[in-house]
């Protein structure tokens, strides 16, 4: 159901969640060159900084203290707890090398991801194997190369995802078109498959899986789980053929554009344990696709799936789409079976090539991709490009939407920024309860809500977000000395879940404090003692909306209880 803001009532039976306002922008940066800079990944780092990795086509000139390689290169940016750079590192080869996952390591380092179609030169010390290969390059805290890994066949290999694993090697995932050949050690199973690698600390092979069907099968991401397994996701076509153990969603005899979601469990040798594949069906003569997605195990051992759809009510989509592409997230128990989905969309396009999405420690998820839609739908707000402006065909140009939901993807808050020209989002990370960081790539000037100028064609842009439930927030001069990216004294008071019914559990970092609960007329319902974290019980409250008050700092959080 839509929420509806004529509404007169907010009942019991219906609590209206986009009451919860909208966060403030508290912070930006924007980092770049004469030419093109696009972000596509960023880890929030154990200094309390960030490092920023994306490809860019620039010499010197703006932030880059380097000229380019050839092409595209990696272009690394770290930046200390207030958002200033620290280093930035240009990483290339004579060619293109597009960089796209980008993860601290537990000696303080970085180990950077991509995909090359450079032979040795430059910082690359291998040739290529094909057309395009994975790259892998570890960077001590510094920034400086300790080495690197050119892995790839005879084809077209993409790398989208490395992460360090628990034993203190990398997980890769990506898709490969390649046969046996270089390092690729099976066959492909149709056109595209899943490829996955596991690395030891010094990037030697220690084991891959070539995962896929009979038709076009796309990785965007793998991590590793509790259990020491891996979770894929990616987007399939294929039928029920090689490791693919479910038919296309899509009701019709050409699948060649009805993607799914296509989710895959190995365990920690990688062996395949289970694989779903989840997607809406034929809509009267329409193709649903659904793809792009990404994933992430929750705290109950299950999954988050976040991705993009344009499938109506067909197959495991219980929602129309609101418009042409949508928000898609599906939450998965420990097996893969679906628990819930939620459309989440204006009456445009919302979402170009990937949904970002995490749970948050009051046990929601935020989720963050792009959006060209006008306030419609699910959007509360306008596109930030005004009147007649926009591309060539006449089509607005995109702005950052993030969106924040409880535990069962209901929508708490939605937020739309943007400048006057294009602003592609890739990442949203929360920095603590409420405070969020969202980053990507625009070429609008001082417009809407970017207050720094372009430097040059595409620049990282990097935005931080609070949410204050009881006021609004004024938005930070960026003349202020602001902590873009680490917690201050705020971050020790978190309450989940949110919507709650029984119970609220508070993290509170360990400090003893008072709680005070109250209704919204101000009356004291409870108070309470907290060591730490803790619980309070709220069995006996009705549904409704209550204030949740740390007496000690004078912060506080709204809470929806729901029976």
């Known amino acids: 159901m839509k929420h509806k803001l004529l509404m007169p009532l907010c009942t019991a039976a219906f609590i209206c969640l986009h009451a919860f306002g909208q966060p403030a922008i508290t912070n930006q940066v924007v980092s770049g060159s004469s030419s093109y800079d696009d972000l596509q ?13 994306g490809y860019s086509a620039s010499n010197i000139s703006g932030d880059k203290t380097e000229d380019s390689r050839g092409g595209y290169d990696y272009w690394i940016v770290k930046y200390n707890r207030h958002g200033k750079i620290q280093w930035d590192k240009t990483i290339g080869g004579s060619a293109a090398d597009y960089l796209s996952s980008i993860h601290q390591t537990k000696d303080s380092g970085y180990i950077l991801g991509g995909s090359s179609l450079s032979d040795k030169s430059g910082e690359k010390t291998q040739n290529s194997r094909g057309l395009e290969d994975f790259w892998i390059v570890k960077l001590n805290r510094s920034g400086k190369i300790e080495w690197d890994k050119t892995i790839g ?3 077209y290999d993409y790398l989208s995802s490395v992460e360090q694993t ?4 990398y997980i890769l995932g990506g898709t490969s078109i390649s046969d046996r ?6 066959n492909s199973r149709g056109s595209n498959d899943y490829w996955v690698l596991k690395i030891d600390k010094a990037g030697n092979i220690q084991w891959q899986r070539t995962i896929g069907g009979s038709g076009v099968d796309g990785l965007t991401a793998i991590h590793q789980t509790k259990d020491g397994g891996y979770i894929i996701s990616g987007q399939s076509n294929s039928n029920a053929s090689g490791e693919k153990t479910e038919n296309n969603k899509c009701n019709c005899t050409d699948v060649t554009y009805s993607y799914d979601y296509w989710i895959v469990k190995l365990n920690g040798n990688g062996q395949i344990q289970w694989d779903k594949t989840i997607g809406g069906g034929d809509t009267g003569g329409f193709t649903g696709n659904d793809g792009y997605n990404t994933i992430q195990q929750t705290r109950d051992g299950g999954y988050i799936v976040g991705g993009l759809s344009n499938s109506n009510a067909t197959g495991d989509k219980t929602e129309n789409s609101k418009g042409n592409y949508d928000y898609w ?3 998965l128990d420990t097996k893969g079976n679906k628990q819930w989905d939620k459309t989440i969309g204006g009456s445009s396009l919302d979402g170009n090539d990937n949904l970002s999405i995490q749970q948050t420690s009051d046990g929601g998820y935020i989720m963050a991709s792009e959006s060209w839609s006008n306030k419609s739908g699910d959007k509360t707000e306008d596109n930030k490009c005004p009147g007649a402006c926009g591309d060539e065909f006449g089509d607005p140009y995109f702005d950052y939407w993030v969106v924040k939901t409880d535990s069962i993807g209901n929508i708490q808050w939605d937020k739309t920024i943007g400048g006057r020209e294009n602003d592609i989002c890739e990442v949203v990370k929360e920095v603590r309860p ?4 969202v980053g990507g790539s625009s070429n609008s000037t001082i417009s809407g809500d970017k207050t720094i100028p372009s430097k040059g064609y595409d620049d990282y842009w990097i935005v931080k977000l609070k949410y204050t439930s009881t006021s609004t927030s004024p938005i930070a001069s960026v003349n202020q000395k602001k902590v873009m990216f680490t917690a201050s004294s705020d971050s020790k008071f978190s309450a989940y879940p949110n919507p709650a019914k029984d119970i609220i559990h508070i993290q509170n970092g360990g400090r003893s404090a008072t709680f005070t609960l109250t209704n919204q007329s101000g009356k004291i319902l409870l108070t309470q003692k907290v060591n730490g974290n803790s619980s309070i019980n709220i069995t006996h409250l009705p549904s409704g909306v209550y204030f949740l008050k740390d007496n000690s700092t004078g912060i506080t959080q709204k809470i929806v209880v729901i029976k």
Request: net charge positive.
């Open 41 to 53: 990944s960023m880890y929030l780092t154990n200094d309390k900084g960030l490092i920023a990795g």
């Open 153 to 155: 066949g005879s084809n």
């Open 166 to 169: 628990k034993d203190g090697g």
């Open 181 to 186: 050949s270089g390092e690729k050690t099976q």
């Open 329 to 331: 997230i599906v939450k």
């Open 434 to 437: 409420n405070v969020y960081v």
